[in-house]
């Protein structure tokens, strides 16, 4: 079987300061290169850095693949995507590699961040907006699962001008960009169109390998999408400011939408888990942070190296839309971030849902949705998760202090229609 040729390893491991276990099968490397010679998944670069410590995960070994230039429904668009989705079924994740504009655009955006997260606390704290939940969070201000996160991020999401009408009309999350300037707003803003462009496509080859036949069946549901992404900057380990808990750069979490696309420096943090049976998280119903961080099942993600461009691959995993699209036949896949020894530099870019769409699950991953669910109000899902994750920024205080959910729930009341009452449209308060 071809997802079989980039398994990842099996053997938990402990691992200790800046020991990184030897991640190759020797026979599964001889398999890949003499059993299923593709164009579209190659061998996988050298992973680099090392396994944060003190942590106890496997190390994984992603499959790469390597996106067309234009997803057109041909046989090959069709057979990659059915690779992607086995890929996702079996291991929560995959790589694919950088475009060489990509490449040179991550880079360029890796030392934006650098230079912004290296100003003064003072400064860098003005950026932030009471309308949207774009801009400047420090190490230990995010929660996930009530735990304070070390992170520190810089978040964006669509830059909208006052006079917009949603932004008039005060719907939450709904606002300007407060960019800390205008070299910075453009490099971020090109970096998320070029991931965004890779987004579409990985939507198209997803339908494609769904059997939806359509390519265009899911990218409907992205027009005008609520895409952001987060700038992230996670401290050494032994350079915390004690807010957070001993280790932990990122609790547990699943995030919202369709996918996740993420880019990383060297140091390497990042762990998922894998499909499991019995793991039927649904947490647009019951939050899903905080689940098992500290058992074992947990696969590190080491960064690698893109061997044609010299940059890092992005890794691809699935949010709580794509799960609740498919019936959990793509779960939504769980991830943390640990601290390293070094300071780590990412990305994490969402390619999502327009706020106002009604996501239904798909009947037999056939092109009809199905009426026997009311279907989720996407907006609703995602201010729900900003209001539990920064109960105490300023974007959350005037959303109470204006009652802004009620104005969410009448946008969402009237995308659902009559289904407005079930479940699935709840605005948690
Ligand atoms: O740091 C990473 O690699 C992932 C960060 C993440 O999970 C997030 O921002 O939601
Ligand atoms: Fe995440």
Redesign the pocket.
């Known amino acids: 079987m071809l997802r079989r040729a980039v398994p990842i390893s099996t053997q938990p491991v402990k691992h200790s300061f800046g020991v990184l276990r030897p991640a190759v099968a020797p026979s599964w490397t001889r398999c890949l290169a003499t059993v299923h010679p593709s164009p579209l998944i190659t061998e996988p670069p050298p992973v680099r850095g090392s396994m944060p410590p003190n942590h106890v995960a496997r190390v994984g070994r992603l499959t790469t693949f390597a996106l067309p230039q234009e997803v057109v429904g041909s046989q090959s668009d069709l057979s990659l995507g059915q690779r992607m989705i086995d890929t996702w079924r079996k291991d929560g994740i995959f790589q694919i590699f950088l475009t060489p504009a990509q490449g040179a655009m991550l880079r360029r955006a890796f030392k934006s961040s650098k230079g912004f997260f290296r100003r003064p606390y003072e400064e860098k704290a003005k950026h932030v907006d009471d309308r949207s939940f774009s801009g400047y969070i420090a190490s230990g201000e995010e929660l996930t699962d009530g735990v304070a996160d070390y992170?520190e991020?810089f978040t964006v999401t669509k830059d909208l001008p006052p006079t917009d009408p949603r932004v008039q009309a005060k719907w939450p999350c709904h606002g300007p960009c407060p960019w800390p300037d205008a070299n910075y707003a453009t490099t971020m803003k090109d970096l998320m169109t070029l991931l965004g462009e890779s987004g579409e496509k990985l939507l198209k080859l997803t339908a494609l390998g769904l059997g939806l036949g359509d390519p265009n069946a899911l990218t409907k549901l992205t027009e005008d999408g609520w895409h952001h992404m987060?700038v992230?900057r996670?401290p050494q380990v032994d350079r915390t400011n004690g807010k957070g808990k001993a280790g932990r750069?990122?609790g547990s979490?699943t995030?919202y939408g369709l996918l996740?696309i993420?880019g990383?420096d060297d140091v390497g943090?990042?762990f998922i888990r894998r499909p499991m049976d019995g793991e039927k998280l649904h947490n647009w119903e019951k939050s899903a942070a905080g689940f098992k961080e500290n058992d074992e099942n947990w696969t590190y993600v080491p960064p690698v190296e893109n061997t044609l461009t010299v940059f890092p691959v992005c890794s691809h995993i699935l949010g709580d839309m794509m799960q609740y699209l498919t019936r959990d036949h793509l779960p939504s896949t769980p991830?943390k971030?640990g601290l390293n020894t070094r300071e780590?530099y990412?990305f994490?870019y969402f390619h999502e849902p327009n706020f106002s769409s009604v996501v239904k699950p798909l009947r037999d991953y056939g092109h009809e949705a199905s009426n026997d669910k009311p279907g989720i109000h996407y907006g609703t899902h995602f201010t729900n998760m900003f209001m539990r994750n920064y109960p105490e920024r300023i974007t959350a205080k005037r959303v109470k202090a204006e009652n802004r959910m009620q104005i969410l729930k009448d946008i969402a009341n009237e995308a659902l229609g009559p289904a407005r009452d079930a479940a699935g449209a709840s605005v948690a308060m």
């Open positions: 992170s991020i987060r992230l996670f750069g990122i979490h995030d996740v993420a990383q943090g990042l991830h971030v780590r990412a994490a």
